[in-house]
């Protein structure tokens, strides 16, 4: 499986952007596709994921402002960022995996398969 990570750019605080996560090749399974982040000289974090059932999970600090959805027959998987903070700022990857439990959502260790990352900045 290859994920392609798009959408990023330079907004605001305020504005908003949409990146994608388009996947080629076929996940199994309960899999669940995720959005991390990393801002300078910060660890990896969470953002969001989707599992195979559709549901959905977010890390606190981006609940009410992002959402993230799927398209399955475009393979594509989505995150929608509204409100954008400066504290969103980081290059933003996305991460496929197979047989990742609920618990293991957030957890990067958990996927499999990595996007390039793709950078998000916000001025204030």
């Known amino acids: 499986v290859q994920l392609q990570a798009s959408g990023g750019g330079l907004v605001q605080a305020g504005d908003s952007l949409r990146l994608s996560c388009a996947a080629s090749?076929?996940?199994?399974?309960?899999?669940?596709v995720g959005w991390f982040r990393r801002a300078p000289g910060q660890e990896r974090e969470f953002v969001a994921a989707i599992r195979y059932s559709g549901t959905t999970s977010y890390t606190d600090s981006v609940k009410g402002r992002f959402t993230i959805s799927r398209d399955k027959a475009k393979n594509t998987v989505y995150l929608q960022m509204n409100s954008l903070k400066p504290e969103d700022t980081a290059v933003y990857y996305c991460a496929a995996g197979n047989g990742i439990i609920l618990s293991s959502v957030p957890r990067a260790g958990a996927y499999n398969y990595w996007g390039q990352g793709t950078q998000v900045t916000v001025s204030s």
């Open positions: 090749g076929r996940l199994s399974g309960s899999y669940a």
